[in-house]
């Protein structure tokens, strides 16, 4: 399909993200292609939707705590084992160049 090409970058060209020129060869395309023009159209609206819904709830600051408090330990468990691992690994070499 020759519009292939361009529904690949859309996104990158909704977001303002390519060059200047690139952006006004962009805007001529999709002003003249109807399919490329609905793409744009129905991924603007969904990008107005997602930034709409994450307005939309706002965590309190009971919940963030409770958050916090359960994701702390599993940070601290995860940490120890690390340690555990690489003083694992220290034992293993060392018993390897001990042994030749």
């Avoid at 292939?4 to 999709?30: C, I, N, Q």
């Amino acid at each position: 399909m020759v519009c292939e090409p361009w529904k690949a970058r859309l996104d990158t060209y909704l977001d303002g993200e390519v060059p200047e020129e690139e952006m006004r060869t962009f805007d001529s395309h999709v002003r003249n292609c109807t399919s490329c023009s609905a793409d744009a159209l129905s991924r603007v609206q969904l990008k107005r939707a997602i930034q709409a819904a994450g307005k939309r709830f706002t965590p309190s600051a009971e919940f963030r705590k409770r958050m916090q408090r359960n994701m702390a330990p599993k940070a601290r468990r995860s940490f120890r084992l690390g340690w555990m691992l690489a003083a694992a690994a220290a034992v293993v070499v060392v018993g390897t160049l001990t042994s030749t």
